[in-house]
């Protein structure tokens, strides 16, 4: 009885060290897509991007959210560079030093993206919502929006060139009394979970 409760315990111990080795083989593998994902990205790319890695994230759904980001002045980036991954736009950097920078994150309550939406051409002006969710306000109420349409950058914009990719259209609601109305946005990008990015550089 005893030989066979040590057979049993062996057995647990390897099985758990196999699914130990099959979870890390796991990570490897998405890391690896992941990674050759930003690879293609910008060898396909026709801005001049600058990679960069997330040293530091300073969130809060209430304040300012903002990260730190391991690329300076050094590297060629300067204030207002658009921070964008291969899904969309991240944010803006605000302060640059020789070798870091920071970056106003997209869901800063002070943040706002002049946007279109796609197929309509219908523009706005898009801030933050709720969690990952965001907002454009004062859309002509006779414009063609439906759920599932595409967001991009407007192009209006100083900072940001045109086309980027931000995100989908979830919801649409009438503004009470008013000949417009709200579109809300789900963006593309999980901007809780970023570890990799790129910086737009000499536009």
Same mark, same amino acid.
């Given at each position: 009885?005893?030989?066979?409760?040590?057979?049993?315990?062996?057995?647990?111990?390897?099985?758990?060290?196999?699914?130990?080795?099959?979870?890390?083989?796991?990570?490897?593998?998405?890391?690896?897509?992941?990674?050759?994902?930003?690879?293609?990205?910008?060898?396909?790319?026709?801005?001049?991007?600058?990679?960069?890695?997330?040293?530091?994230?300073?969130?809060?759904?209430?304040?300012?959210?903002?990260?730190?980001?391991?690329?300076?002045?050094?590297?060629?980036?300067?204030?207002?560079?658009?921070?964008?991954?291969?899904?969309?736009?991240?944010?803006?950097?605000?302060?640059?030093?020789?070798?870091?920078?920071?970056?106003?994150?997209?869901?800063?309550?002070?943040?706002?993206?002049?946007?279109?939406?796609?197929?309509?051409?219908?523009?706005?002006?898009?801030?933050?919502? *709720?969690?990952?969710?965001?907002?454009? +306000?004062? /859309?002509?109420?006779?414009? !063609?929006? %439906? @759920? =599932?349409?595409?967001?991009?950058?407007?192009?209006?914009?100083?900072?940001?060139?045109?086309?980027?990719?931000?995100?989908?259209?979830?919801?649409?609601? *009438?503004?009470?009394?008013?000949?417009? +109305?709200? /579109?809300?946005?789900?963006? !593309?990008? %999980? @901007? =809780?979970?970023?570890?990799?990015?790129?910086?737009?550089?000499?536009?």
């Amino acid at each position: 009885m005893a030989l066979i409760e040590e057979e049993a315990a062996l057995l647990r111990g390897k099985n758990l060290q196999l699914s130990f080795q099959v979870e890390s083989m796991r990570y490897l593998l998405e890391e690896n897509n992941r990674l050759e994902e930003l690879l293609d990205f910008q060898r396909e790319s026709k801005m001049t991007i600058l990679p960069a890695r997330v040293i530091n994230m300073s969130a809060s759904p209430y304040l300012s959210s903002s990260l730190s980001i391991d690329v300076g002045l050094e590297s060629g980036v300067e204030e207002n560079d658009p921070v964008i991954t291969p899904k969309g736009i991240i944010g803006k950097t605000t302060i640059v030093g020789d070798n870091a920078s920071i970056v106003q994150m997209i869901n800063d309550v002070n943040f706002r993206l002049s946007v279109r939406i796609k197929p309509s051409g219908s523009t706005g002006i898009m801030r933050w919502l *709720d969690g990952g969710l965001y907002l454009i +306000k004062e /859309v002509q109420k006779n414009a !063609n929006v %439906n @759920i =599932g349409d595409k967001v991009v950058t407007s192009g209006f914009s100083d900072i940001f060139p045109n086309d980027l990719p931000v995100g989908e259209v979830v919801n649409i609601t *009438d503004e009470r009394g008013r000949f417009q +109305k709200s /579109v809300v946005v789900q963006i !593309n990008e %999980n @901007i =809780g979970s970023i570890i990799n990015l790129f910086v737009i550089v000499d536009q």
